[in-house]
Nanobody, 119 residues
Framework: QVQLVESGGGLVQPGGSLRLSCAAS????????MGWYRQAPGKQRELVAS???????NYADSVKGRFTISRDNAKNTVYLQMNSLKPEDTAIYYC?????????????WGQGTQVTVSS
């Protein structure tokens, strides 16, 4: 019922910056938490950052001080500003949205956008 579309990925040099966007559509009401996960080849998918509807944020230790997550609740859009990128940041980045109806939570995933950090 919720469609998530990521954009902003690409190839960037080490030390460069990218800004990812994720727009939600469909049954967008009651989306509580949105966030970004990433998965590198041969590795497990891991949390990068998340943000609640109230603005509380969580970051992976590996990206603290370099990445910033933000959201526009009116547009149901979440952003990830990535600075000082490193080759280890190379991965497919996935958008996630948690939709809460009363006490029931449903998780939705986007298709992912490729981020490659290489010189």
């Amino acid at each position: 019922q919720v469609q998530l579309v990521e954009s902003g990925g690409g190839l960037v040099q080490p030390g460069g910056s990218l800004r990812l966007s994720c727009a939600a559509s469909g049954s967008i009401f009651s989306i509580y938490t949105m966030g970004w996960y990433r998965q590198a080849p041969g590795k497990q998918r891991e949390l990068v950052a998340s943000i609640s509807s109230g603005g509380s944020t969580n970051y992976a230790d590996s990206v603290k001080g370099r990445f910033t997550i933000s959201r526009d609740n009116a547009k149901n859009t979440v952003y990830l500003q990535m600075n000082s990128l490193k080759p280890e940041d190379t991965a497919i980045y996935y958008c996630r949205a948690d939709r809460r109806i009363i006490a029931q939570t449903t998780v939705y995933w986007g298709q992912g956008t490729q981020v490659t950090v290489s010189s």
